[in-house]
């Protein structure tokens, strides 16, 4: 007796030839079927942290705000170089830091998945 289950759904989807002829090739490169390719990519695909109230857009919102601050000090660093102290960019660095693995711990204590879009 197999573990397999049966698969009697099929799924349509629209697509233009360079897209589906892409697909086709990323599946035979990994030894594939175009529909195992994308069954597997969208079983595994995961929508952010399950069980917590925020949402993947806020938290993309918050990272791209810090993405923001540590452009904003490289360019402040780059541009005033010899005013530049090391303890001030070192001080900003380390909140920016600091915020980061905030955000991480906050998915992980919600026992969900991250993924960075």
Avoid: C, P
């Avoid at 069980?51 to 990272?63: A, D, H, L, T």
């Avoid at 923001?68 to 005033?80: G, P, V």
């Amino acid at each position: 007796m197999s573990n397999k289950a049966k698969k009697t759904n099929i799924v349509n989807i629209r697509v233009t030839s360079e897209e589906k002829l892409n697909w086709e090739l990323k599946a035979h490169a990994e030894g594939l079927k175009t529909s195992q390719l994308a069954r597997y990519l969208l079983n595994k695909y995961s929508t952010g942290y399950a069980g917590e109230g925020q949402s993947r857009q806020e938290f993309n919102r918050q990272v791209a705000r810090i993405g923001n601050n540590l452009n904003q000090i490289a360019r402040w660093a780059n541009t005033y170089k010899d005013a530049a102290s090391a303890a001030q960019v070192i001080g900003s660095l380390t909140r920016i830091e600091s915020a980061l693995l905030q955000l991480e711990g906050r998915g992980q204590e919600a026992g969900g998945r991250r993924k960075f879009v």
